[in-house]
């Protein structure tokens, strides 16, 4: 939603570097601080300028790194470079000069990295108006500088639209999964050195098609002592309000993903409408599957006010399984104090929750948790209604305590409005 100012506005014609849109922006009386009124205090942001994907997610001697896509030079998208933070605990970020610069050869668009003693090496999208194709660079002081490789690129398919390669390591191997965005596919390739890549199957098309595939990633999870994998595919527009990302539970055999369900409805990993392009760490040293995603969405990123910054990302998300609906299913913690904590018996009529610049909680009539319009159906046989939620300035989002479902959404109240929530029932 569009924030209000008792300071009139004037309406500026602005169209974004990406060209997806046109849109009314305000611009407002420089005596109202939008600054201080939305920057968040638990979600990461650039101090200043525009950011979209989580790139390059990787613990490497100690500090957790975050790159990102960034437009170092303004608030709108445009001129794709890797921004870059650092953390110890994935809640301080402490925000860094831009690791790998927009160059002559082309734009920096999404990827990953990996840690490989000493080095960080990332992988990425090298964008131009023609061709997208694979290209790494090297780090030897922990991501502060890169130098890219002399001969990139390292993966060209000769191909406009190819991008987002995720890597990781299996067994005694690199394995990346890259898009073909328009063919609604995920391809899996091989390398011994990231170097030199064999192409080894594809996934898809499957489930939501509605949009291109972007940012894909692959890894397992334990349930129960048997081991399954899971596939993140980001799609836009065809998710639920716009962006969206879904995800499938199967297996992987080094070559091949198999999903393990039917793959004719998606499986939505938010119900919100703001988590996008999420994807995970590598190398993480305690052994769990942390995810950070974009805390906006194609669709509406327009409505965001014209602060020093655009666009935040969501909050850590610890990722597990569990069964849920005959199905085994992906779960999402928030790794970081909550600000709101329901615990109730589980109601059979009504709705219990908070309310206030937000309404939050469940219908027990309707069996959905939600926050405000954005609803997920969540129906358990439990005595207890467990409830998580993380309030920012910008920001709501809700998780069930099992972590079976979560919606997050992005959000700009009327100037002065409080964050408190009061609980209700009715």
């Not at 990295?113 to 061709?131: F, K, L, M, P, Q």
């Not at 998710?239 to 039917?262: E, K, R, V, W």
Request: hydrophobic share 35%; proline share 6%.
């Amino acid at each position: 939603m569009m924030p209000r100012t008792p300071i009139s506005p004037s309406v500026e014609i602005t169209e974004l570097a990406s060209k997806r849109f046109t849109t009314p922006r305000l611009a407002y009386d420089s005596a109202v601080s939008l600054d201080r009124e939305y920057r968040p205090r638990l979600h990461f942001t650039p101090a200043k300028n525009w950011m979209n994907d989580p790139n390059g997610l990787v613990w490497h001697k100690g500090e957790y790194h975050l790159f990102f896509q960034h437009n170092p030079f303004g608030t709108q998208w445009g001129h794709m470079s890797w921004g870059h933070a650092v953390s110890k605990d994935l809640i301080h970020w402490e925000e860094l000069p831009v690791a790998i610069a927009e160059g002559d050869d082309g734009a920096i668009f999404s990827g990953s990295a990996v840690s490989i003693g000493d080095e960080i090496v990332a992988i990425y999208t090298r964008h131009t108006e023609t061709n997208q194709s694979q290209c790494i660079a090297r780090s030897s002081d922990n991501g502060r500088t890169f130098v890219k490789f002399e001969t990139n690129p390292v993966l060209d398919e000769n191909k406009k639209d190819f991008r987002d390669p995720k890597v990781f390591r299996y067994q005694d191997h690199w394995i990346m999964c890259a898009v073909q965005p328009w063919d609604h596919q995920v391809s899996f390739y091989k390398s011994l050195d990231l170097v030199t890549w064999q192409h080894l199957s594809n996934f898809g098309p499957a489930a939501a098609i509605n949009g291109v595939w972007e940012c894909p990633d692959l890894f397992p999870l334990t349930l129960a002592g048997s081991e399954y994998w899971v596939l993140l595919v980001s799609l836009n527009p065809g998710g639920l309000y716009g962006s969206g990302t879904q995800y499938f539970i199967g297996d992987f055999d080094g070559t091949t993903f198999t999903a393990m369900y039917s793959t004719d409805e998606p499986r939505w990993l938010d119900y919100g409408r703001d988590n996008y392009a999420g994807v995970t760490f590598n190398n993480e040293p305690n052994g769990k599957r942390i995810l950070i995603g974009w805390m906006a969405n194609w669709e509406f990123v327009k409505e965001h006010p014209q602060t020093s910054w655009t666009n935040a990302m969501t909050i850590p998300r610890e990722l597990g399984l569990t069964k849920y609906a005959n199905e085994i299913v992906l779960t999402q913690q928030p790794m970081c104090e909550l600000t709101y904590e329901i615990k109730v018996p589980m109601p059979t009529t009504g709705i219990v929750g908070l309310e206030g610049f937000v309404k939050v909680g469940y219908n027990a009539d309707a069996k959905v948790v939600f926050i405000d319009q954005f609803e997920a159906s969540y129906e358990v046989d439990a005595d207890e209604l467990h409830l998580k939620v993380v309030v920012d300035q910008s920001s709501i989002e809700l998780f069930t305590g099992d972590g079976i479902r979560a919606i997050t959404m992005a959000t700009f109240p009327p100037l002065g409005s409080s964050r408190e929530l009061v609980s209700f029932s009715q």
